[in-house]
T-cell receptor
Framework: NAGVTQTPKFQVLKTGQSMTLQCAQD?????MYWYRQDPGMGLRLIYY???????DKGEVPNGYNVSRLNKREFSLRLESAAPSQTSVYFC?????????FGSGTRLTVV | GENVEQHPSTLSVQEGDSAVIKCTYS??????FPWYKQELGKRPQLIID?????GEKKDQRIAVTLNKTAKHFSLHITETQPEDSAVYFC??????????????FGTGTLLAVQP
């Protein structure tokens, strides 16, 4: 029982490159979330998915897209990375209330 | 939308003292208030939570209080220990019991417990 697994753990991108952050959970949770964490700004919600096949914008969705491929997987895509997207990205899943977070992806855009 | 403010941003206490972190929220419809602890380089982990129909909840050395009228809630840690040193985040949600539970987080408090 791995919980929430994120890949990769670290990534360096050049401005304008694209990439997909992967997230998978094995707890049979319906809801999944993507947050970004920046110093002094806490965790901000990018996108979330209430169930398979549905996604909605959070507080800071610009520059990102998501896919809820199935109940287990929720991916975050940066189509054209910008230095402002340098951050630590956390995926989380929940059932009812408590979140389980993944270990995070540290992304640097140069 | 919901806004959560958290104070102080840093807090230094002596081992054995108490620590209090305060948060205010803007949306009176919020009904769920968790607290997360994040150690350096690790993921946030839930340490305690409270629902809007409860005024106080305690778990060993940790307690949370909620004042719905004033729209603020607080984390209290007694008899602090060096292992309590971490960043603490408060959060609020108005979706408790619904299809999702979107959490809006405060900006975090770095707690340092000096031995």
């Amino acid at each position: 029982n791995a919980g929430v697994t994120q890949t990769p753990k670290f990534q360096v991108l050049k401005t304008g490159q694209s990439m997909t952050l992967q997230c998978a959970q094995d707890m049979n949770h319906n809801s999944m979330y993507w947050y970004r964490q920046d110093p002094g700004m806490g965790l901000r919600l990018i996108y979330y998915s209430a169930s398979e096949g549905t996604t909605d914008k959070g507080e800071v969705p610009n520059g990102y897209n998501v896919s809820r491929l199935n109940k287990r997987e929720f991916s975050l895509r940066l189509e054209s990375a910008a230095p402002s997207q340098t951050s630590v990205y956390f995926c989380a899943s929940s059932w009812n209330y408590g979140y389980t977070f993944g270990s995070g992806t540290r992304l640097t855009v140069v | 939308g919901e806004n959560v403010e958290q104070h102080p941003s840093t807090l230094s206490v002596q081992e054995g003292d108490s620590a209090v972190i305060k948060c205010t929220y803007s949306d009176s419809a919020s009904n769920y208030f968790p607290w997360y602890k994040q150690e350096l380089g690790k993921r946030p982990q839930l340490i305690i939570d409270i629902r809007s129909n409860v005024g106080e909840k305690k778990d060993q050395r940790i307690a949370v209080t909620l004042n719905k009228t004033a729209k603020h809630f607080s984390l209290h840690i007694t008899e602090t220990q060096p292992e309590d040193s971490a960043v603490y985040f408060c959060a609020a949600s108005k979706d408790y019991g619904g299809a999702t539970n979107k959490l809006i987080f405060g900006t975090g408090t770095l707690l340092a417990v000096q031995p």
